[in-house]
């Protein structure tokens, strides 16, 4: 049974720069393909980003682009959400999930969660 932590969320301000971290256990992460979401007070739980199981495939939202990279390191078992430049409507809980098959924005196909790590932009 594949279990998801994120871990890395925090306070931070305007323009800042956080680290969100996935660490896998149970499987092998290198199997599925990864993906980022976010859920802010009163809204659903929208994509952020996801990656293929080798890293040669990455997509990414909107509103994400060129400010926040994913990332895997199969190794470690372990995937990555760099965020820069962050704006206060990036304020969310974060949420990684995994499925076994391509990545995709549609969280229903999403097989596996963790439990969320929360991230506030505010001065």
């Known amino acids: 049974q594949l279990q998801l932590v994120e871990s890395g969320g925090g306070l931070v301000q305007p323009g800042g720069s956080l680290t969100l971290s996935c660490a896998a256990s149970g499987v092998n992460l290198d199997d599925y393909a990864v993906g980022w979401f976010r859920q802010a007070p009163g809204r659903e739980r929208e994509a952020v980003s996801c990656?293929?199981?080798?890293?040669?495939?990455?997509y990414y939202e909107d509103s994400v682009k060129g400010r926040f990279t994913i990332s895997r390191d199969n190794a470690k078992n372990t995937a990555y959400l760099q965020m820069n430049n962050l704006k206060p409507e990036d304020t969310a809980v974060y949420y990684c999930?995994?499925?076994?098959?391509?990545?995709?924005?549609?969280?229903?196909?999403?097989?596996?969660w963790g439990q969320g790590t929360q991230v506030t932009v505010s001065s």
């Open positions: 990656v293929h199981r080798t890293e040669y495939t990455t």
């Open positions: 999930a995994a499925r076994y098959g391509a990545p995709t924005y549609d969280t229903r196909m999403y097989n596996y």
